[in-house]
């Protein structure tokens, strides 16, 4: 079993960057692929972007990509999303997904994953 752990969200200028960082417990960590989803209000949830285990294999939402970038520390634990150029639609409170199931196309969905973070608010004014 995975806990999750989120921090990092805050509030931004459109334009401006931010890191969140999602810590995981569990010995095996490494053995989980990672994923980042938000949901806006009054919005379903969106996925965001996913990693395998080793960081390898990455996927992106079509609305991040080339601003957001998934990364992950099995070291310490941790997955991470830089995100870059923000826009006041990134909007939305950002949680981190685990699943220890191979890497399928549900992996960019969230029916892909297990565990799940409580979620950190990100907010881009604009």
């Known amino acids: 079993q995975v806990q999750l752990v989120e921090s990092g969200g805050g509030l931004v200028q459109a334009g401006g960057s931010l890191r969140l960082s999602c810590a995981a417990s569990?010995?095996?960590?490494?053995?989980?692929?990672m994923g980042w989803f938000r949901q806006a209000p009054g919005k379903e949830r969106e996925f965001v972007a996913a990693?395998?285990?080793?960081?390898?294999?990455?996927a992106y939402g079509d609305s991040v990509k080339g601003r957001f970038t998934i990364s992950r520390d099995n070291a310490k634990k941790a997955v991470y999303l830089q995100m870059t150029s923000l826009k006041p639609e990134d909007t939305a409170v950002y949680s981190c997904?685990?699943?220890?199931?191979?890497?399928?196309?549900?992996?960019?969905?969230?029916?892909?994953?297990?565990?799940w973070g409580q979620g950190t608010r990100v907010t881009v004014s604009s």
């Open positions: 997904a685990a699943t220890i199931r191979a890497w399928n196309p549900l992996t960019v969905t969230a029916r892909g994953y297990d565990y």
């Open positions: 569990g010995r095996t960590f490494s053995n989980y692929a």
């Open positions: 990693i395998d285990w080793n960081g390898v294999t990455t």
